[in-house]
């Protein structure tokens, strides 16, 4: 099965400092998919990474306080700008295997913002 | 627009006895179904899933799910609980190759606990 790995997997964070999130995968993928998990809640998607354009962001997310890089087709970063306690999150890396019906995700970044 | 329910935000079972966790969906192209498991302090398994074909899917771990089209229902199943199948549980539906294909919107998540 595929292997996708995230970096940091955990982290404390002061309040408005920005943190990036690393996802690496280990065969080229076309989309990769960022996801917010808040304390308590369910997955909530952030947006799209498409190697070699601009993101597109869901509802409720802007470009400037998650950018995201796509630089080739093994890896994509979020980071997490400005950030305060609201942003203290499990933030999770996502894709789609070349078969079309697998959707695999990292082990998660836990950031605490303090 | 897609979406889930997971019917029971807590299912508390004894060990032993069957588990069934509750999911309805909305999508309105033919879906892809999944359940994935998040056990505490972790990320998220792949449980099992379906796409086409048969429409009863087994997964790891003795779980299974029964995809009904009639009744918008993708209910995950295990004959017999055991104590290591305490986490939350999410249901999840991904548009088949639309414009949504390979993203997943999520269900509230089921807190799955096992009495001894």
């Known amino acids: 099965s595929a292997v996708i790995s995230q970096k940091p997997s955990r982290d404390i964070c002061q309040r408005g400092t920005s943190l990036t999130i690393q996802c690496q995968v280990d065969s080229q993928v076309t989309m990769m998919f960022w996801y917010r998990q808040q304390p308590g809640q369910s997955l909530t998607l952030i947006a799209t990474?498409?190697?070699?354009?601009?993101?597109?962001?869901e509802s409720g997310f802007v470009i400037d306080k998650f950018p995201i890089s796509r630089p080739n087709l093994t890896f994509s970063t979020l980071t997490v700008s400005n950030m305060s306690p609201e942003d203290s999150s499990i933030y999770l890396c996502?894709?789609?295997?070349?078969?079309?019906?697998?959707?695999?995700f990292g082990e998660g970044s836990w950031l605490t913002v303090v | 627009a897609q979406s889930v329910t997971q019917l029971g935000s807590h299912v508390s079972v004894s060990e032993g006895a069957l588990v069934l966790l509750r999911c309805n969906y909305s999508?309105?192209?033919?879906?892809?179904l999944f359940w994935y498991v998040q056990y505490p302090n972790q990320g998220l398994q792949l449980l099992l899933k379906?796409?086409?074909?048969?429409?009863l899917v087994k997964g790891i771990n003795g779980f299974e799910a029964e995809f009904k089209k009639s009744e918008t229902s993708f209910h995950l199943t295990k004959p017999s609980a055991h104590m290591s199948d305490a986490a939350e549980y999410f249901c999840?539906?991904?548009?088949?190759?639309?414009?949504?294909?390979?993203?997943?919107?999520f269900g509230q998540g089921t807190i799955l606990t096992v009495h001894p």
């Open positions: 999508s309105s192209v033919p879906p892809y």
């Open positions: 996502s894709f789609q295997d070349r078969a079309g019906n697998t959707i695999y």
């Open positions: 379906y796409t086409t074909g048969a429409t």
């Open positions: 990474a498409n190697q070699g354009s601009e993101a597109t962001y």
């Open positions: 999840a539906v991904s548009d088949n190759g639309g414009t949504s294909y390979g993203k997943l919107t």
